[in-house]
C-alpha cells in the first residue's frame, strides 16, 4: 500500500524475532523505496510477548501445539477473527473445526485470502464491526460465517516451493 505500511510490517516481523521467534523465511522489503514485500514466516511458539495485532501482508505466525484441540484453541485466542482455514481431508476434524471456529471467513481445503461472495466480511470480532449488520441485522442472535470449502487440497501450481516440516 505504502512504504510506510511495507516499513511497519517489516518492524513488526523484527519485533517478534527478537521477542524469540524463528525467522523461517525472513520478511524483507526491497531496496527500491517502494512497498514491495517478500513473504516472512515466523515460528513463535517460544516467543515471549507477542502482542495480539492485526496485519496486513504477506506475514506467517506459527504456533506449533500438541493436539487439534489445542490448535483451535491457538487460534480463537485473538480479538480479531477475520478468518480461519483447515488444510485436512477429514471431514470429521472439518466439522469441529467449524462449529468451534470463531472468524468470519472460516475454509476448507481453500487459502484465507479474498473472500467468498457470500456475507460477512470480518467477522465478529476487532476485524469486523463486533456483530452482524446490514442485511443480517435483524438476526442479532446469530452470525453468519462465509465458507469456501473442498474435500481435498488445491493441486500447487508448478514449479511452487515449499516448506520442508
Known amino acids: 500500500i505504502s512504504a510506510k505500511a511495507a516499513e511497519g510490517l517489516e518492524r513488526a516481523f523484527d519485533f517478534r524475532v527478537d521477542q524469540g521467534g524463528e525467522a523461517i523465511r525472513t520478511l524483507s522489503v526491497q531496496d527500491d523505496g517502494g512497498a514491495f514485500v517478500s513473504p516472512g514466516i515466523v515460528d513463535l511458539t517460544r516467543a515471549d510477548a507477542i502482542p495480539d495485532e492485526e496485519h496486513f501482508g504477506p506475514m506467517l505466525q506459527i504456533y506449533r501445539v500438541k493436539t487439534f484441540d489445542d490448535a483451535i484453541e491457538r487460534a480463537n485466542a485473538t480479538k480479531f477473527g477475520l478468518s480461519a482455514g483447515l488444510l485436512s ?56 460465517v462465509a465458507s469456501m470449502e473442498g474435500e481435498a487440497l488445491l493441486a500447487m501450481p508448478k514449479g511452487q516451493v515449499g516448506i520442508k516440516a
Open 89 to 144: 481431508d477429514d471431514a470429521k476434524k472439518w466439522d469441529q473445526f467449524f462449529a468451534l471456529s470463531r472468524a468470519g471467513i472460516v475454509n476448507w481445503n481453500r487459502q484465507t485470502t479474498g473472500a467468498s461472495s457470500a456475507a460477512p466480511f470480518g467477522g465478529v470480532g476487532h476485524s469486523g464491526n463486533h456483530r452482524p449488520s446490514a442485511f443480517y441485522a435483524a438476526d442479532y442472535c446469530a452470525y453468519p
